[in-house]
């Protein structure tokens, strides 16, 4: 790497401060103004997204504008903004894919490499009948299109099997697989405040959510939500 390039990357990393968790993932980024920040400190937030997998920041007055530009940028990441004023926030609970696949024995990867997994959806007829229908398939096991680090890639479990597998036995090891990635060692919660943004990876993270009755504004990118979060 070029001196260049050196100088930049380390430019790039001092522009934000990044606390992370101590658990199997998640960060806070601290002193930020997101609504201000320019290319090299958007390109230094993402990576670190890339790194912890979910990054919260506090302190944030944004617009709905502000955070639909914000979802367009960040492509295969959601997020979820708690609106300054407001007296309580959403709990958000996050699992490391990553860290699951890390943990499996030698056995169980040798198991499930080649294996894949379909999700099915829901389709609504012109006279508005529901019916079920094969939806996408992808690998149980794949390596991240940005880090190459390999990870379980469980979708959403209800209505989805390995392909190729009986259906018992299709859901005892899909039940193994989600039970051993929502372990509490591989997971991170965060309660929201007021004025919280929370920005997860969709890709490699099993999340989860309560909602309290309150404003929140929540942006999601279309592609990844029906195979990549749960």
Not at 1 to 27: D, F, H, W
């Amino acid at each position: 790497m070029s001196l260049r390039s050196n100088v930049a990357r380390s430019a790039e990393s001092s522009l934000i401060q990044v606390n992370p968790t101590g658990k199997a993932l998640g960060a806070e980024v601290c002193n930020v103004d997101l609504g201000s920040f320019d290319d090299w400190a958007f390109a230094s937030f993402m990576r670190a997204l890339l790194k912890h997998q979910v990054l919260l920041v506090r302190g944030q007055r944004l617009s709905e504008r502000d955070l639909a530009a914000f979802s367009r940028r960040f492509g295969h990441a959601d997020l979820l903004y708690t609106s300054p004023g407001t007296m309580f926030g959403d709990r958000l609970s996050f699992c490391s894919l990553f860290a699951a696949y890390d943990a499996m024995s030698p056995a169980l990867r040798s198991r499930v490499a080649h294996l894949k997994l379909r999700q099915l959806a829901t389709d609504m007829s012109d006279d508005g009948r529901r019916t079920i229908v094969a939806g996408p398939v992808h690998p149980l096991v794949g390596n991240h299109p940005d880090t190459g680090r390999p990870m379980l890639s469980l979708g959403q479990r209800r209505q989805s099997y390995v392909v190729g597998l009986e259906q018992d036995e299709s859901d005892a090891l899909l039940d193994d697989l989600w039970q051993l990635a929502e372990l509490p060692e591989f997971r991170w919660t965060h309660m929201c405040r007021p004025g919280d943004l929370v920005v997860w990876d969709t890709r490699c993270t099993i999340h989860r959510h309560e909602a309290q009755e309150m404003p929140r504004l929540l942006h999601s990118p279309p592609l990844w939500n029906a195979i990549s979060s749960a």
